[in-house]
């Protein structure tokens, strides 16, 4: 879609957050990126160690962290300080002027408690918005926004959000306005056909694709998600999802590393 | 000064932090201000209970904390994050778009290490300067800024600073352009000539009765760097430095409650 302006929304996990070295080599990629970008994070082993020195338990549901107030102070202490302002104070001597917020900070995720049929997962939110011209503003404004995986509900309470999932609802919403490339920060070189082998990665992976390999459980446990997440932000305006190690974020982007995942060109947008 | 736009630059102690009744009651008031304000916070007790769970040691000299990497770690963590986090996403369902930041966001704060002839602080900053173009302009954009005390060095560095200091430094600066009303909240009605009752409090104070009252010793400990911080504001610019209960805040600004320390209005601003 010519016009649009492009803009990255990275992702990085805890892998690369917990490696001094790897996450200064990626911060300074992520900075020389030309133009507007967005970059997400989550926290890594830190809030699992907090909450072990902490002695607060953490229960787990299908894979999945139950939130409880005592986590949800871990989240806010974890995630919106220690990573957010480390990343934010990190970025600046690379020329990147980065303002790290979480949802609640400018109304700029919107979210309610997570509604499941069986299991309560405490204080987990499901986005309902993502305030669009907000982003753009500081986006126009020169600003780079870190975002920290924490939404509200405009009501007082702060919930624990996926930062996968931020990322892509971040990324699906600035497809409006934006030509976005979204890149998922990754402890591995893609998608791969044999998980011991960094060889086999795959340039690229459609749907089709997908679905097969998942029968044959080539692709299995958290690739699933993370690739359903790719489709679906392709499927709603997303103009190109890559899928690899956040450090390798030039050849990502150049299209030398990492699994792509491409809106079809000829569909329209 | 006519035509200047008022500016409640308030300040919030740990003794209201901690107290989530008076805390909400203060919100709900601060909330309520009339047009462009700001909200400093520092991080009460919470700091300290942590750094006790996670067995750090605080070394404070003179009353000051000094400040090492795993101090600043807990400071990033309950004054960027817990603290800032939940002021921020309490203050929206009272109608007031929060943006929750510390000095390092859109380099908001600019500081250097404190140099000291004999005591090393650590990793404690000095503000060199507060970012006024950058506050007016998220003030004109209808946001209330509520700033963590974190500065930067812009090289990558956070520092630990007083948030008294913070609010201070914020106030001259901001009184360039703005009517500034600083307040700032305290466990105290405000100056009280009998420490042990509250109905003596001080209306008003001027700088020849601070003098005088400090000689006497009735203004003594944690109040001379208060005031002084007071008188050295009004002197650079702020209109009214008001120091008294944090809940009282429309008695404050009305003038029925706390002290006032008023810049002469036939000084030249």
Redesign the interface.
Known sequence: MPGKIKLFVVKIGGNIIDDNVRLNEFLQQFAALPGAKILVHGGGKLATE?AE??GIQQVMIDGRRVTDEATL?IA???????V???L???L??FGC??????G????LIRAHKRQHPTIDFGLVGDIDTVNVPLLD?WLG?G?TPVIAP?S?D?????FNTNADTITQEIAKAMSQAFHVVLVYGFEKSGVLLDVNDEKSCLTQIDFEQFQELKRKKIITKGMIPKLENAFSAVKEGVRRVIIGRAESLPQLIDGTSGTSIVRDRYENN
């Not at 002027?97 to 979480?102: K, M, R, W």
């Not at 609640?104 to 109304?107: M, P």
């Open positions: 907090l020195k902490l102070r806010e202490m974890v995630y919106g300080g220690l957010n302002k480390q934010v104070a990190a600046h001597p002027t980065a303002l790290g917020v979480c609640a900070d400018g109304d503003r404004q600003f924490l509200h405009g009501e007082g309470q702060l």
